[in-house]
């Protein structure tokens, strides 16, 4: 084999060298057949005559050496390519405009596959990362009291203190917070300096060996960096640092390992740098800065420790498998494990029906090779969405090239008639055609991969909100590049091979007749009719386009008006976190007040509050909760959204009060709990009752005490516009404690327009407080937007989508009637020289794109319904058969298209019936 490629190689680049080798081989075995027939008796000259008879000629005889050996066909396919681009170039306008068709169409699908490969499909950058499991989804975050029956996800740390250092169904488990936690870090280990906030994730010791990710510098975190009881808590303060964080903020500093910085006004030693290639095990918005050890959590998150016995859950495990164990073995074995666990908790007066509940948990084992991602799951669907959308952008620009290559091939017939009388075969005249499909396509692919790169930065910019760090690349890779290729060629084959058929189908009879009257004449019924059916194919599938694209806009516009439950106007939110400048929960009541006073006394301000979480925002705490003091019936859903606020919340939010009062500066911490419930919660608990003046409890130790319903105010939206709402209780700031008592947020709602005001926020928190931070500043409005990312992101280039498409399409059917135009010249010449009157002639050409556009939408009308009952689950507020939709996509349709067709029928009105005739 190597020998014949060697030899293959050696004809390519040394041609005439190995043309004169087969003449010398050639000369030589003619020499010796004449010496071979003189021996034999004959005359040297019939010896010479009969040697020439057995070779023939030398050139034939190279042609056979030639044509056997792989070059051959490598040069064939290199001459077709070249070939191919003289014809490319000889068509410049339809050139133009199959390139640039191609490139939107391979361009988008390579932008939303980059972005599906790097959200979807990419694994962790680990060793062997197919090997591990997650314990659950991973879809549960923050802090939790989980009790009830189900698959879980998110646990205590105690559990994983109980099955972490078991080998014999796994290679190792490693545990991880269910969240970050932005932290104050200054570069020094001392308290001077600017302080800049970083992305900390908090780890067990054995987080980087169970993922298999070693360090580009110094060290990872180990077992003995988080071994040991509670008692060890806080003892080991090292991190392990991003490579870009190491880059940007520490200055890509080759003697960082062992230097400290102060983290939360902790010195922590720097003792890894990991590649740049890694993010950590969760593909959110924001990528990890550095990981620290789990037992830290104390330092890190400053509140109480969650690493106690009888704690909250919340952490995330991981692990790596034991290839002799089976993944349901595996998965048996941790539920059991898990079951034990939560009945030893319950201690022995557990009652017979929690054993029940216990019993109905378990822990499902799933492939974590791609990490743990929420914005994964978020834009799952909408992206699959998005693929479908431009795979069929895709296919109607197929359509609209393969009806101008085929005009292009019909101007030609005489060409391929010649090519097939002089001896060339069918195949290679479709070869040819294919080839020029190809150069097309690979010019579009390329033109397409620069433009995807533009808008694959443009959709992760809309993912990730426009975050500073994201693990998301725009930078095509080996996969993406690979499927652009195999884009091109595919779409090579679709739009070339009826134009490669129908050229290769050329009788040369008629084709080669002198006096034929135009370059169509020899097209049989059913060449005349493929055109058509593109032509249909197109409108059908703009149809679908236009009508999903319609449905999902209406959605976004629902959900922009959708009533929130609260007055959106002139709100301003700034976050803060008053951690970050020392303060401790003994102080935070002074602070709120001196905050809520200063405020409050800036001109232009109208009312001002604090709250633990932000209005319309997913930062609020759920937890089950006993009503009056008594244990709530188990098939009871007593699940409870919570969140903490100060006197002024309401009003300031523009939430009606609807029964009772609001909370009042007058709840303090001494007096008695006071808490406000939405009207959900009134109508759930107490459906034959007044819920003011009864009481709850909440499961969550952070919330201890008797809250008095004091309030009821009207339900209002939190995690989206669509939502149903949930029970809800607002609990007084000052009557909470320990970490439960920080507000991190300022609502301000302002005489005019809010943003105007911020700079005097700015002012105002700095006056009393410099080192009080200020982490995020917007208005209500784009929190409420936020809400929507992913309706908008869908939406809008649905329609981007559609619009591209019903432009391909409009092409497509100006091309074809065109041509038909220039067909007919003659006909249409004879009909005006016998009189026929132009208007007549408009609706002739008129008619025939009216037909066609009446089937597309006769077939394009229940594909179309089918196509929306698939997305019906991301509609709001919009029937998926929704008629004025569809009336509309067909309107809009319609009107592109009869316009598309309008200009070549009204060329043809206008044609010279003298001039017409003279081609006769």
């Known amino acids: ?76 396919l290199w001459k077709d390519a070249r070939y191919s681009v003289r014809q490319v170039l000889r068509s410049p306008g339809l050139s133009i405009v199959a390139v640039l068709s191609l490139a939107l169409g391979i361009g988008a699908n390579t932008a939303i596959f980059t972005v599906i490969d790097d959200l979807l499909l990419k694994q962790l950058p680990v060793h062997d990362p197919q090997m591990l499991v997650s314990f659950g989804d991973g879809s549960d975050s923050g802090t939790m009291v989980s009790s009830s029956p189900g698959p879980y996800d998110i646990f205590p740390y105690d559990f994983y203190r109980r099955i972490g250092g078991n080998h014999d169904q796994f290679e190792g488990i490693c545990a991880f917070a269910s ?52 008692a060890t808590e806080g003892g080991n303060a090292v991190a392990v640092i991003s490579h870009r964080y190491w880059r940007e903020n520490l200055s890509a500093d080759p003697g960082v390992i062992g230097r400290s910085i102060a983290i939360n006004g902790r010195s922590f030693m720097v003792v890894g740098v990991m590649p740049a290639t890694f993010y950590g095990v969760e593909l959110n ?95 799952q669907a909408p992206l699959t969405v998005l693929m479908v959308m431009v795979g069929l952008v895709l296919l109607i620009a197929c359509a609209n090239l393969a009806n101008l290559l085929l005009a292009k091939a019909a101007s030609r017939e005489r060409e391929f008639c010649a090519r097939l009388a002089l001896g060339s075969s069918r ?141 959106r106007s002139n709100v301003l939110l700034v976050k803060t976190n008053p951690k970050f400048a020392g303060y401790q929960p003994e102080r935070l009541n002074a602070l709120y007040d001196r905050i809520l006073s200063r405020i409050d006394a800036l001109p232009g301000v109208r009312s001002v509050s604090l709250s633990g979480a932000a209005p319309l925002s997913r930062g609020n705490w759920d937890s089950p909760i006993d009503l009056d003091g008594r244990p709530t019936p188990p098939t009871e859903d007593i699940g409870t959204r919570l969140n903490r606020v100060t006197a002024g919340y309401f009003e300031t939010m523009g939430i009606p009060l609807l029964r009772g009062r609001a909370i009042q500066s007058q709840d303090h911490a001494d007096g008695v709990k006071s808490a406000v419930v939405n009207k959900t919660f009134a109508d759930r608990f107490f459906s ?78 700095a006056e009393i407080d410099p080192n009080l931070p200020i982490l995020e500043s917007h208005t209500i409005e784009e929190q409420a937007d936020s809400l929507i990312d992913q309706q908008r992101f869908v939406s809008k280039l649905a329609g981007v989508f559609a619009a591209l498409a019903l432009t391909l399409a409009c092409i497509g059917l100006y091309g074809v009637m065109t041509y038909n135009v220039v067909r007919r010249t003659n006909e249409l010449g004879v009909r005006m020289a016998l009189g026929a009157p132009k208007s007549g002639l408009l609706w002739m050409v008129l008619r025939e794109s009216l037909v066609l556009l009446a089937i597309g939408v006769a077939v394009g009308i229940p594909v179309s319904l089918a196509a929306t009952r698939a997305i019906k689950a991301g509609l709001f507020g919009v029937d998926p058969a929704d008629p004025f939709t569809l009336i509309a996509a067909v309107v809009v349709l319609s009107a592109a298209l009869l316009m598309g067709s309008y200009i070549p029928a009204r060329r043809a009105t206008k044609i010279n019936p003298m001039v017409a005739l003279r081609c006769e």
């Open 1 to 76: 084999m190597f020998r014949t490629i060697m030899s293959g190689m050696k004809s390519l680049f040394r041609r005439d060298e190995r043309n004169a080798e087969i003449e010398a081989e050639v000369r030589s075995f003619f020499e010796s057949a004449v010496e071979h027939k003189i021996r034999q008796g004959m005359s040297r000259a019939d010896a010479e005559r009969g040697a020439r008879a057995e070779i023939a000629s030398a050139e034939m005889v190279r042609h056979k050496v030639w044509a056997s050996g792989w070059e051959s066909v490598a040069e064939s």
């Open 179 to 230: 969240f970050t936690t932005t932290v104050s870090v200054r570069a020094e280990s001392g308290t001077g300096g600017p302080a800049t906030q970083a992305m900390s994730h908090l780890v067990s010791g054995t987080f980087f060996n169970v993922l298999g990710a070693p360090p580009l510098m110094g060290r990872t975190l180990n077992a003995g960096d988080t071994a040991g009881d509670t």
């Open 285 to 379: 918005e924001q990528s990890t800065d550095m990981w620290l050890p789990i037992t830290m959590q104390h330092e890190v998150m400053m509140q109480p420790s969650l690493l106690k016995p009888d704690g909250l859950s919340w952490i995330h495990m991981m692990a790596r498998r034991n290839s002799s164990v089976s993944v349901e073995h595996a998965q048996s074995w941790v539920t059991v494990e898990f079951q034990r666990f939560l009945t030893q908790r319950e201690g022995a007066q557990i009652s017979e029906l929690r054993r029940k509940q216990i019993s109905g948990t378990f822990i499902p084992l799933l492939p974590g090779g791609a990490g743990l991602s929420y914005v994964r799951s978020q834009y």
């Open 427 to 567: 195949g290679r005249i479709a070869r040819q055609i294919l080839t020029e499909a190809l150069v097309l396509a690979l010019t579009g692919g390329a033109l397409g991969l620069g433009l995807a790169f533009w808008a694959t930065r443009v959709l992760i910019n809309f993912i990730d909100r426009g975050a500073a760090r994201t693990a998301l690349s725009a930078t095509p890779d080996t996969r993406v590049l690979l499927f652009t290729f195999a884009t091109c060629v595919l779409t090579a084959a679709l739009f070339g091979i009826a134009p490669a058929l129908r050229s290769s189908r050329t009788k040369m009879a008629g084709a080669l007749n002198a006096n034929m009257r135009n370059s169509g004449g020899t097209g049989t019924r059913s060449n005349r009719l493929l055109p058509k059916a593109l032509i249909v194919t197109q409108v059908t599938l703009s149809l679908v386009l236009l009508t999903v694209a319609g449905l999902l806009l209406r959605t976004l516009e629902n959900l922009q008006t959708q009533d929130m439950g609260m007055n």
């Open 688 to 765: 034959h009752g007044d819920a003011i003046g009864h009481s709850f409890t909440i499961a969550d130790p952070g919330a201890a005490g008797v809250w008095h319903i004091v309030g009821i105010v009207r339900d209002s939206k939190h995690n989206s516009p669509a939502e149903k709402p949930d029970p809800f209780a607002y609990l007084a700031v000052p009557q909470l404690t320990g970490d439960d008592q920080y507000a991190y947020w300022l609502e301000i709602r302002s005489v005019g327009d809010p943003e105007k005001i911020t700079g005097q926020v700015r002012a105002a928190l």
